[in-house]
């Protein structure tokens, strides 16, 4: 389910370029604490590079929400819009899902994980499942994280989490973005990992 909208500024273009153009909306999941921290500065530079060729972006400071964990009842209601009981802020997160083509997980590296922000939004989801007859809407993704480490031992379980995510739910990886090496607030500045993050924007 793609919805493709001509880009506003296709007035001043040349017909012939207007054909290819396509704007996909996309969703960020921010699951970092931290308002102006490394995991944020990531989506930042994301974004840039993903409006700049005409997509839309959404992001969710899912710490900022107030999102309950899954209570595992397995009785989801079917709205569309609001498909788990629960009655939280997670209500602003499934109408903009479910129109997204393409969903970024976006956090710091705890524990080698995601963070829990980001976990139970993603648990939460599984309603939107049930919603679909136990269906998972197809969808594109991204991953953006950062780390105190930065070895590849450091991140293969979360790469390899998100891959099994991406074979299971049947969803399409367009790339990722680990940043490593950074810790505390403002220590991503001129990484070139920013520079990453805004090419993989561009690249959706
Ligand atoms: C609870 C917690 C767990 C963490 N676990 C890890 C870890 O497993 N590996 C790692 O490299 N860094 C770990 N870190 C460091 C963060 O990933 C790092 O500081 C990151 O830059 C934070 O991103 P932020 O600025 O978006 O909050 C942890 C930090 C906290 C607070």
């Not at 921290?37 to 400071?61: C, Q």
């Not at 136990?134 to 930065?150: G, H, Q, R, S, W």
Request: glycine share 8%.
């Amino acid at each position: 389910m793609h919805a493709f909208n001509i880009m506003p500024y296709c007035a001043i273009m040349p017909f012939t370029e207007r054909l290819d153009i396509v704007s996909k909306k996309i969703i960020v999941l921010n699951g970092s604490p931290r308002n102006k921290g490394n995991t944020s500065a990531l989506i930042d530079s994301f974004s840039e590079g993903a409006e700049e060729h005409g997509h839309v972006v959404t992001r969710f400071n899912l710490q900022r929400m107030h999102i309950h964990p899954c209570m595992g009842c397995l009785e989801g209601e079917g709205r569309l819009e609001s498909p788990c009981k629960q009655d939280d802020d997670m209500n602003k997160v499934y109408p903009a899902f479910e129109e997204a083509d393409i969903v970024v997980f976006a956090s710091p590296l705890y524990y080698w994980s995601f963070s829990a922000q980001l976990k139970i939004a993603l648990d939460r989801l599984f309603a939107v499942t049930e919603a679909h007859g136990m269906k998972t809407p197809k969808k594109e993704c991204a991953m953006l994280i950062a780390a105190e480490e930065d070895s590849p031992e450091s991140f293969a379980p979360i790469v390899d989490y998100y891959n099994l995510l991406m074979k299971n739910l049947g969803w399409e990886d367009k790339g990722m973005v680990l940043a490593g090496g950074v810790y505390k607030v403002g220590d991503i500045a001129g990484k070139p990992s920013l520079g990453e993050a805004k090419k993989l924007g561009a690249s959706m």
